[in-house]
């Protein structure tokens, strides 16, 4: 880092807010260490960090709570750490309007409490809320189970305010729900991990607390069976707020077998014999009492003939495991995948992956938002190492599978050693060439998260 | 723009006609002149040549012929749009999508569905309804725009209070690039690799390409329905039960406000039984499980009690729930029976807001002499203010114009926005300003660039423009060409 920088950089943001030297432990990804990391606590003040590192050429990486700072390829130079913790302000919240405008460094769980305290919630619950800030849950498009009713930011990202690379303040969409005007530049940022513009701004749609919400766990022998009965739950009347699946090994990193609240329900009026299921299907329900109560008879009515061992409600602790089941369930992770496939492909990507995995000496833990095809698996390291060549030659089946079904696939954690062996991203096809133009004209010196994102993006 | 010599035009034709048969190219003025506006018929502009494509790669064809003759070129759905957004550059090619309209699969399981750009919208809810399912955005002019014409404009309607606008329901599209290349964006799977490419172009008012191919998401019909008319003595009283409602954490499926003037037209011509008095009428619509559908009911219409409602009537049965939907559905076409002519608003506020503006745009529409009249997607805060006019009454349509842009500058002042659905087109190009910076407009741009770099495709529409080619600006009434022929009335 010249020392000419580094003073205009003190001299934007104050001293105390720029880190060097052993201060940047905390910034070191795959082992490279940032030159600088700047703290501004204003949009001006970005604008200013931003337009100082384009002009001296110096790479920008926007941080906000570091919990996907290990996500795609770590560029080759570092640079400059841009954290966004000092923006962590609720700028407007309007309970009448069902909107809320926030700076995106504020954590996830610090804005959702002051919303449950005025009745009302953001409807996205990614996993981390209490280190993810709304900037990088938006950069990175993250989301949790009950994104199978509500949706992931795309559908309540209605404004967002970004400091682009030049260093110009740039605002898209607006203040209010529906909104036509202009393009949907808060689609562009959202999941762009920081390669267009750093977030630094947004308005989210909110929605109403429901009065109630529940967990139900429904046990079975097989995944086959569990995916049957997801499909029968979608064409079903039920509209459950999130549809899990989850391994026999997901089901103990969730924490599930545990959780069961008072006597469940055995369908067929057996007794609860509770052999080691092998797949666990996770519900929930929200709305008014009635609504509520109805669902979870409903669903254990369905269940009956499909295998179902037993219905029983979970306790509320299990919801914030949902998003990382697969991760928690191999104490040494040697690297977590994710698909995108069709809903009806999910139990049989679960069945095969796993398949594919044993077949090279390997387990794998496997968990799906099954409704609506996101899938997770985290691949358990050996107490015998394995070379970084033949987990790749898994993940590299995996992706295969996933391309063979009309999806696709996103290594989602490695070693760089594993990342360096097969890509972390898939290919976009001949979009990609569209997305390399939007990067070019958007961020033409190429400066911010070079080389982190898809299509060498 | 350099006009085609006779000769040049003839040669084009035949090359045209070799791409996609013979019966499928106009560029005869009468035939032309059909395709010259859309709903909005205060702008016009003719092309050289409509065309009919069956195929994605017909449109490639064309789309690489257009460029290599750098004609601008255009796609149209139905022409039902009311900002202008299909017109043609004076000259060029329009590409009318309607005999591309087929649904192309089906898949329940996953719940989505390949269709056509030129499919009408509401051919898809009847083609997987027997099955019980719908596709849930639902513009008012359903029964006739296209699924490609919603995909430009990003469509609402009035259910989409609770499930969103189109681009929440569409997770793919096969696009012919505005060089002709053919790419999909997005895919039949909920998650895309890299930018979400489906979503920017959606809403793009068709400078980012034509949509050939479209994947959508479908829902199942609701267990049951509940629609409710909240009857009020003052407009204020009905504003200030949207946000009662919302309050009390209901999220009706629609909540829709139809004023004194509305009620009045909407009696005249179709007796819906909305009470002729009345000076705001709330239509609210709760859906989902039948369970626990009484105990919101009785929620809703607390609130609007409290707020002052003088009645609150209940559909009993579905003839009666259809009836209530009419007055609010054929709102548009009766005001025809109390003016020759209006121009319709798509101003958003946030909800709180609507107080406030309700008597501005009144305010504003008094001082220039003329009526207005308001139905619109309350629940949304997107505002359609209807300012009644007589074309032939000189100098009646700048008034109406002017109103508008003050209409619109008070929107933007409380936060809102100058479109929530019709789209900017060309009607709204010198209001993006009232909301967006020059660095707002520099970015956009610079993503039109990535899209478009040539700029034939759909050229001079939402970005602000010192001078188009297109005539723009009040101009004097003149009837749409198919009703100058008798084929159409205007309501």
């Known amino acids: ?457 | 723009m350099a006009t085609l010599s006779d000769s040049r035009k003839r040669e084009l034709r035949r090359e045209l006609e070799s791409i996609v048969g013979p019966g499928a190219v106009l560029s005869d003025a009468d035939e032309l002149m059909v395709y010259e506006s859309d709903g909005l018929t205060l702008f016009r502009a003719l092309a050289d040549f409509v065309v009919f494509p069956t195929s994605v790669d017909h449109v490639s064809a064309i789309v690489k012929l257009a460029n290599r003759e750098s004609l601008p070129f255009v796609a149209r759905g139905a022409g039902t749009g009311l900002s202008g957004g299909c017109l043609p550059a004076e000259g060029g090619i329009v590409l009318s999508l309607m005999r591309m309209n087929r649904v192309l699969e089906v898949d329940y399981d996953n719940q989505i569905v390949v269709v056509e750009p030129g499919l009408v919208n509401l051919h898809l809810s009847w083609k997987v309804g027997p099955r019980g399912y719908y596709y849930a955005p639902d513009p008012s002019s359903q029964q006739a725009c296209t699924i490609g014409g919603n995909i430009a404009n990003n469509s609402g309607g009035p259910h989409t209070l609770k499930y969103g606008v189109t681009t929440n329901h569409v997770l793919g599209l096969e696009v012919v690039m505005p060089d002709g290349e053919i790419v999909w964006l997005g895919g039949k799977t909920r998650e895309t690799c890299g930018y979400d490419l489906a979503g920017v172009f959606v809403g793009s008012e068709g400078t980012f390409g034509i949509a050939t191919k479209i994947v959508v998401r479908i829902l199942k019909k609701p267990q049951a329905v509940k629609t409710v008319l909240a009857v009020f003595d003052a407009i204020d009283r009905a504003s200030a039960a949207v946000s009662a409602i919302i309050a009390r954490g209901l999220v009706p499926a629609a909540m829709e406000m139809i004023d004194h003037l509305t009620i009045q037209a909407v009696e005249d011509a179709f007796n819906c039984g909305y009470p002729r008095d009345a000076d705001a009428a709330l239509l609210i619509e709760l859906d989902g499980l039948a369970v626990g559908m009484e105990v919101q009911a009785e929620r809703i219409v607390e609130a609007c009690r409290e707020a002052g409602a003088r009645e609150i009537r209940t559909a009993k049965t579905e003839a009666e729930r259809q009836l209530l939907w009419k007055g609010r559905k054929s709102a548009f076409g009766a005001y025809g029976r109390v003016s020759p002519a209006y121009m319709v608003m798509d101003g958003v506020i946030p909800r709180t807001k609507l107080p406030y503006v309700l008597g501005r745009v009144n305010e504003i529409v008094a001082a220039s002499g003329l009526r207005v009249g308001n139905v619109f997607h309350a629940g949304d805060g997107n505002l359609h203010p209807n300012i009644l006019y007589d074309p032939r009454k000189p100098g009646e349509e700048a008034r109406v114009v002017a109103a508008g842009a003050e209409i619109m500058k008070v929107c933007a002042q409380v936060g809102g926005s100058i479109s929530g659905e019709h789209g900017i087109g060309l009607e709204k190009v010198d209001f993006m300003p009232f909301i967006f910076s020059a660095a707002d407009l520099a970015l956009m741009l610079r993503l039109k660039t990535a899209f478009n770099p040539a700029g034939l495709c759909n050229p001079g529409k939402i970005f602000p423009t010192k001078k188009s080619c297109v005539e723009v600006g009040p101009v004097a009434y003149r009837p749409h060409a198919i009703e100058e022929k008798g084929l159409a009335q205007r309501f």
């Not at chain 1, 009026?269 to 669902?295: H, I, K, M, N, Y």
């Not at chain 1, 990382?324 to 104490?331: D, E, I, K, S």
């Not at chain 1, 049989?348 to 594919?356: D, I, K, L, S």
Request: net charge neutral; proline share 6%.
């Open chain 1, 1 to 457: 880092m010249p020392d000419a920088l580094l003073e205009k950089l003190c001299a934007a943001v104050g001293s105390p807010n720029v880190l060097t030297g052993i201060e940047l432990s905390p910034y070191v990804v795959e082992g490279r260490t940032p030159e600088a990391a700047v703290f501004p606590a204003s949009v001006e003040e970005v604008a200013a960090v931003i337009a100082l590192a384009a002009e001296a050429g110096m790479p920008v990486t926007p941080w906000g709570g570091g919990t996907a700072a290990s996500v795609g390829l770590p560029a080759a130079r570092s640079g400059l750490v841009l954290g966004l913790r000092r923006l962590g302000r609720l700028l407007d919240h309007e309970p009448g309007d069902l909107t809320a405008t926030v700076e995106a460094g504020m954590t996830i769980a610090a804005f959702q409490a002051v919303l449950r305290g005025r009745g009302q919630w953001m409807s996205l619950d990614p996993a981390d809320a209490d280190r993810a800030t709304v900037g990088g849950v938006l950069a990175t498009n993250a989301y949790g189970p009950r994104r199978h009713l509500y949706g992931t930011a795309r559908d309540l990202l209605i404004g967002v305010t970004v400091v682009t690379a030049d260093g110009a303040v740039v605002k898209g969409g607006g203040k209010v729900v529906k909104n036509v005007a202009g393009y949907d530049l808060p689609k562009l940022f959202i999941g762009s991990y920081g390669t267009l513009g750093v977030i630094v701004e947004a308005t989210v749609k909110l929605r109403p607390l429901p009065d109630q919400e529940e967990l139900v766990g429904v046990r079975f022998d097989c995944l086959k069976d569990a995916g049957a009965a997801v499909r029968s739950i979608m064409a079903s009347d039920l509209i459950p707020n999130a549809i899990e699946l989850l391994d026999a090994s997901a089901t103990t990193g969730a924490g599930v077998a545990g959780s069961a609240r008072g006597v469940g329900t055995t369908p067929g009026g057996g007794p609860s014999a509770s052999p080691a299921p092998t797949a666990t299907l996770v519900v929930g329900f929200d709305g008014v009492r009635e609504q509520v109560d109805w669902q979870r008879a409903e669903l254990a009515r369905l269940m009956g003939p499909l295998g179902a061992h037993d219905v029983q409600s979970l306790e509320a602790r299990v919801w914030p495991r949902l998003a990382t089941a697969a991760r928690a369930a191999v104490p040494l992770t040697a690297a977590v995948m994710v698909f995108a496939v069709l809903p009806s492909q999910v139990a049989e990507t679960m069945e095969q992956g796993a398949g594919m995995a044993r077949a090279r000496g390997l387990h794998a833990a496997w968990a799906a938002h099954a409704g609506v095809g996101v899938v997770r698996a985290a691949l358990a390291a050996d107490a015998v190492p394995k070379k970084p060549a033949a987990i790749a030659a898994v993940l590299a089946e995996w992706r295969e599978m996933a391309r063979a079904g009309g999806g696709h696939a996103t290594l989602e954690w490695a070693p760089l050693s594993v990342k360096s062996q097969i890509p972390v991203w898939d290919d976009p096809g001949a979009a990609g060439r569209i997305m390399e133009r939007i990067k070019a004209q958007l961020d033409p010196r190429n400066i911010l998260n070079r080389g982190r994102f898809v299509a060498g993006i």
